[in-house]
């Protein structure tokens, strides 16, 4: 099947600091990837839906300015945590659609970050 | 509003010993429904999806799930449960195949030998 990778798995921070996260279709061009936030032991909430070649549409709640989504190629989408906060600490997965027919959906290995 | 309910949090089974986990949706058109499963510190990987068809839909790994429309469940089963089955396994719905998805709040599934 069709490969996302995400880089760092994890990644500890300072508080202020700000924090890139890339994922990547390694075999397939991705025109869109969606990007979902896991607090511990609860479910994944789709933070926002990020476009090839423009702009991310946030889900309501998400702060665009403090999470910030780049999708400059086929292949990689980027979120940045912007002046990070502990509260911002979880676990983040991306997701990408295959264009296939079946169109469907698969997941990167995921991103902990820790900001201290 | 989209919803999936998982009303297990934890669930204990033998290995060797049949295994079915719930799922409830609420969902305003057809669904497009999936189960994942997240082994810890994992992405999710798809075990299996439905949008129609037959009811009872085969998926990898043994799983299968059977979509009731008139109870608006679709739960997972597997007939015998295997040591390395446990991890968190999630519900979702979408409205297409490749679109954004509505998770539920998992299930994870322990497996006593």
């Known amino acids: 099947g069709a490969v996302v990778s995400q880089h760092p798995s994890r990644v500890i921070c300072k508080s202020g600091t700000s924090v890139k996260i890339e994922c990547r279709s390694l075999?397939?061009?991705?025109?869109?990837m969606f990007w979902y936030r896991q607090f511990p032991k609860q479910s994944l909430m789709l933070m926002a839906t990020?476009?090839?070649?423009?702009?991310?549409?946030?889900e309501q709640g998400v702060e665009k300015d403090k999470f910030l989504i780049n999708h400059a190629s086929l292949t990689l989408s980027t979120l940045t945590v912007t002046s990070a906060h502990p509260e911002d600490s979880s676990f983040y997965i991306c997701?990408?659609?295959?264009?296939?027919?079946?169109?469907?959906?698969?997941f990167g290995e995921g991103s902990r970050l820790t900001v201290l | 509003a989209q919803s999936v309910t998982q009303p297990d949090i934890h669930i204990t089974v033998s290995e060797g010993a049949s295994l079915e986990l719930r799922c409830n949706y609420s969902?305003?058109?057809?669904?497009?429904l999936f189960w994942y499963v997240q082994s810890p510190g994992q992405g999710l990987q798809l075990l299996l999806k439905?949008?129609?068809?037959?009811?009872l839909v085969q998926g990898i790994k043994g799983f299968e799930a059977e979509f009731k429309r008139s109870q608006s469940s679709f739960n997972l089963r597997k007939p015998s449960v295997h040591w390395s089955d446990a991890a968190e396994y999630f519900c979702?719905?979408?409205?297409?195949?490749?679109?954004?998805?509505?998770f539920g709040a998992g299930t994870i599934l322990r497996v006593k030998s």
């Open positions: 439905y949008f129609s068809g037959d009811t």
């Open positions: 997701s990408a659609r295959v264009p296939s027919e079946a169109g469907e959906l698969f």
């Open positions: 990020s476009n090839e070649g423009s702009k991310a549409t946030y």
């Open positions: 075999d397939f061009q991705a025109t869109t």
């Open positions: 979702a719905v979408g409205a297409a195949y490749g679109n954004k998805l509505v």
């Open positions: 969902y305003g058109a057809t669904p497009y």
